[in-house]
């Protein structure tokens, strides 16, 4: 049982009594030591089969688990979710301990969380609805009640997708519309189990009785209600394995800490901690590679990062490339993919992996054109995605009607586009923060990306570009893309990539901007875009290549900058240390790392020195109770642009600033944009989008000029 694994893998293989922490790096064998620790504890007597249950994240991960304790003689051990785990003792045990039949689950909640929208008062946009369903998902593992839920936005420096109060009072008429239906959901499951070990001892000693040795793979991503369930579980004693790499927390955004696997030895002082660092997934020049990427990291994480040491032969060197504009990147990836298959590399052994998914239409297209099959995990295809599909009915339509109101102003085509696709709710800016609104804003501005490249191309060709040509593109696209593959590419987000490995890996769209992404803005969100790329490093066996291009489309300026995460270790480069977001030096990038470092520590009202732990208190800087130095001028002045802002963009005002925040900058009136960027509630986008506005509106500037383009003297206005 102990034959072919390594010194730390047959240590965490005979540490059969816990506790027992397993710190695992990429690529090094960590499921063959837990799956071979708990065959061993069977086949020596020590475990009987049925008192062990292993918990994953993941199904697929479960029944891989599964398999392997077959092949190892281990029948009999449970392999399950968390979700799994609870939802059979929910069943077995809610009789007994409630009485009736288990609450319907509810499969998805998308659908009650619309009508609890509706029920509280709220037009929600349908494209809002999974935002708001992954807010309360969030709230309910962080173990977050509806009345808290602005509060801790506010301490977690967490966007919502809108006002954090209507949130919470979608947040809870969704519960009580749950309670007067009978239903429950999937936190659900995991709350009210552990719940009733909580307050039915003789329930949770029966279920302490079946399960005597647990192990916990993936245990960085554990929640705190996972957790909560999880101590209830291992409450009588039991023995506790846990599995997991801090270096690979990338899910914190729904509510997954590394705090847990971290804080092992502080909670169990006498646990035994292995750590396992023999890369045998990755050549030496992947793992350099890898091993340098952390070690420019920050943060708690970072001082538990895994130096990995490869086991293979050597390979080639990671190749670092730039192209001048992303069609190029993509087509000149898909030409090296082509140059790889007819080497003999299976297309199934190569893997294309970008942050986003609205990254994945010039993949398809590139990969297509040379006739690559290929297929897309973790997301739609591009022309699959129902705003996609849906634009195509609407431009589809605006084609065919000859004198379309939408369109007949429009000088070039792709202004006609973007006047159809401004009936479903497009502008010209993104949408702030991230989630399913900014992913189909991302969607549909691709179309308009599409429609200025077509057009470029049809008349660089002396070829006339209407609204039919276009569409007959777009229809065209869609059925090169939609071919079945059975032996393809993988094209995958960096999220979705996670537990997989290829022999040949291309990152791409490394810039600023884009990794880390634009709207990470604590130093913990840019840390945990480190760790992304460090994922996506960390899948290739063999071929690494990386790359990004210098601006969006051809012929367009070159503006933009590699991640800062390669500064030091792609050939060139110089470790220059953080930049603006965007890529942006200069003042910006140091009003970004001076207000990150006002933003440390305990805050303290400037008028009395009280620490200050209200989330509005810490914005003024000052109690409510003490009084205000507040320019009440200009916080109408302020009021007046933002209102304008929030119509041109059709948008709540509050998405623009918060009422807060709009005080806090009417009491600093702020001369510079490092001023600016010291107050709470100014981010890296919103500094490079408002910030000129605002600095002018405080300097005393007439609101109507502010932003808009200069113009001629007009005649008998002595406004101008």
Not at 69 to 89: C, N, P, Y
Not at 202 to 208: D, G, K, Q, T
Request: proline share 5%; hydrophobic share 40%.
């Amino acid at each position: 049982m102990l034959a072919g694994l390594d010194p730390e893998q047959r240590a965490v293989a005979t540490a059969l009594h816990g506790p027992v922490c397993v710190l695992a790096g990429a690529g090094t064998g960590k499921t063959r030591a837990i799956t071979h620790r708990i065959a061993y504890g069977v086949r020596s007597g020590v475990y009987q089969p049925q008192q062990v249950l292993a918990v994953t994240f993941t199904a697929r991960a479960a029944g891989e688990m599964r398999g392997r304790l077959r092949q190892l003689g281990a029948d009999g051990v449970q392999a399950r979710t968390f979700h799994s785990a609870a939802l059979r003792q929910l069943q077995y045990f809610w009789p007994r301990a409630v009485g009736g039949e288990v609450p319907r689950l509810l499969e998805r909640k998308v659908q009650l969380v619309a009508e609890a929208a509706g029920r509280s008062g709220l037009r929600v946009q349908r494209t809002e609805l999974r935002d708001l369903t992954a807010e309360i998902e969030w709230a309910k593992v962080t173990q977050i009640v509806p009345d808290d839920y602005p509060t801790a936005v506010a301490k977690s420096s967490r966007e919502a997708p809108r006002d954090p109060a209507e949130i919470a009072k979608v947040y809870a008429t969704y519960e009580q519309t749950k309670r007067d239906r009978g239903v429950i959901d999937f936190e659900d499951v995991l709350l009210l189990t552990a719940a009733i070990l909580e307050d039915r001892p003789e329930i949770a000693e029966r279920v302490r009785a079946q399960y005597r040795h647990f192990t916990v793979d993936e245990y960085q991503d554990v929640s705190p209600l996972q957790q909560r369930l999880l101590d209830q579980w291992t409450a009588g004693g039991a023995s506790l394995c846990v599995v997991g790499d801090a270096s690979q927390t990338i899910y914190s955004f729904t509510g997954a800490t590394p705090d847990y696997l971290l804080g092992f030895r502080t909670r169990h002082p006498e646990a035994t901690v292995v750590k396992l660092v023999r890369d045998y997934r990755s050549t030496p020049q992947v793992v350099h590679l890898a091993n340098g990427l952390l070690s420019q990291a920050r943060g708690q994480a970072a001082q538990h990062r895994l130096e990995l040491v490869s086991q293979r032969e050597a390979g080639p060197e990671p190749a670092f490339k730039e192209y001048p504009d992303e069609p190029t990147e993509a087509e000149s990836t898909a030409h090296l993919i082509k140059d790889l298959l007819a080497t003999g590399v299976r297309a199934s052994e190569v893997a294309v992996l970008f942050r986003t998914n609205s990254q994945s239409e010039v993949y398809e297209q590139a990969l297509a054109d040379l006739g690559i099959s290929y297929q897309l995990k973790g997301a739609e295809r591009f022309f699959e995605r129902p705003e996609v599909r849906e634009a195509g009915v609407l431009l589809k339509g605006a084609a065919r009607a000859a004198d379309d109101p939408l369109t007949a102003e429009a000088p070039d085509l792709a202004a006609q586009v973007r006047a159809v696709l401004a009936t479903r709710g497009f502008t010209a800016t993104p949408p702030a923060g991230s989630g399913a609104v900014r992913e189909r804003w991302e969607s549909l501005a691709a179309l308009v990306r599409l429609a200025e490249e077509f057009e470029a191309g049809r008349r660089a060709a002396g070829e006339r570009a209407d609204l039919a040509a276009y569409v007959a593109e777009l229809d065209a696209r869609a059925a090169a893309q939609h071919a079945p593959a059975v032996e393809g590419v993988t094209l995958a987000s960096l999220h979705a990539a996670k537990g997989l490995e290829w022999d040949a890996v291309f990152l791409v769209g490394l810039t600023e901007g884009t990794l880390p992404i634009i709207y990470a803005k604590t130093d913990e969100q840019v840390e945990e875009e480190r760790r992304l790329l460090y994922v996506g490093v960390t899948r290739a066996r063999r071929l690494l290549t990386l790359s990004w291009a210098l601006s969006r489309s051809p012929g367009g300026r070159a503006s933009r900058r590699p991640t800062r995460f390669l500064d030091g270790l792609r050939p060139g480069s110089g470790s220059t240390g953080p930049r603006g977001r965007g890529g942006q030096g200069g003042v910006e990038a140091g009003a970004e790392r001076s207000a990150a470092r006002r933003s440390r520590g305990p805050v303290k009202c400037r008028v009395c020195d009280r620490t200050l732990t209200e989330a509005v208190e810490r914005k003024l800087r000052r109690c409510e109770s003490c009084p205000s130095s507040m320019d009440e001028a200009l916080f109408e002045r302020l009021r007046e642009w933002r209102a304008a802002q929030a119509r041109k963009q059709s948008v709540p005002a509050y998405v623009v600033f918060t009422d807060a925040t709009l005080m806090a900058i009417a009491e600093d009136a702020p001369g510079s944009l490092r001023d600016l960027a010291a107050i709470s509630g100014v981010g890296a986008m919103k500094l490079d989008k408002y910030g000129a506005d605002v600095l002018s509106l405080c300097a005393g500037e007439d609101p109507e000029l502010v932003g808009e383009p200069e113009e001629e003297p007009v005649q008998n206005s002595p406004e101008k």
